[in-house]
């Protein structure tokens, strides 16, 4: 199997976040770079995660042509090969329909509750654009701008990225957790996010120690 090492991480993530419940069904996909060849894995279009193997994860070239696969690629390849094109310090990205990031994405900026949602902010909102289009793409790209982690897409879900798997999937997760900590605590008339001093000072505690 080719790209096996890129393929085996798609599925483990896709199969740990549906476990986490941060996919259902066949909605929101994955995609990783390869770290030598200019080729990315992502999931493919319209197949059941949980029965998926290995060699079913697409092949697509860094413009989401397939190259590579039994399964067509996800129709979002336009979106993932956009960011992984425009951010050299990114190589994987994730995609969601998490149902309290699709909330805030209608509600406004999302700010951190807690420490460690403190480095994927500031989360903005991407204007509804038809899935799949490359205006999306683009238009994801522009809002992640040169040092975003996670953008929320209005009436849709969100977008997230890092320079591995783990640091694409931490931001899907916490900023999940964001939009949820902030909708219940809204509800229950406590919301009282992080001071911004706070905020700011994390960033870079977590920015030093990932440069160490
Ligand atoms: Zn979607």
Avoid at 82 to 96: C, E, I, N, Q
Wanted: hydrophobic residues 45%.
């Amino acid at each position: 199997m080719k790209y096996e090492k890129i393929r085996k991480q798609v599925l483990e993530a896709i199969l740990d976040a549906v476990d986490q419940g941060l996919i259902k069904g066949t909605s929101g996909n994955i995609a990783i770079q390869d770290d030598v060849d200019d080729v990315v894995a992502i999931t493919p279009s319209g197949i059941a995660y949980k029965t998926m193997t290995a060699e079913d994860i697409a092949i697509v070239d860094m413009y989401g042509k397939w190259i590579d696969g039994p399964l067509k690629p996800s129709s979002e390849a336009p979106m993932h090969t956009a960011v992984l094109r425009a951010r050299k310090d990114v190589k994987a990205t994730v995609h969601t329909h998490g149902m309290f990031a699709t909330i805030a994405a209608m509600a406004g900026e999302l700010l951190p509750t807690t420490p460690p949602q403190s480095e994927f902010v500031p989360v903005n909102i991407v204007p509804f654009t038809m899935p799949g289009s490359n205006d999306l793409a683009g238009l994801v790209v522009e809002t992640l701008g040169e040092t975003g982690r996670a953008v929320l897409l209005k009436n849709h879900g969100m977008f997230c990225c890092g320079k591995d798997i783990k640091a694409a999937m931490a931001a899907t997760i916490y900023t999940e957790e964001m939009a949820q900590t902030s909708y219940y605590a809204k509800l229950a008339g406590v919301f009282n996010p992080m001071p911004e001093e706070a905020v700011k000072a994390m960033k870079e505690l977590i920015a030093r120690d990932q440069a160490v």
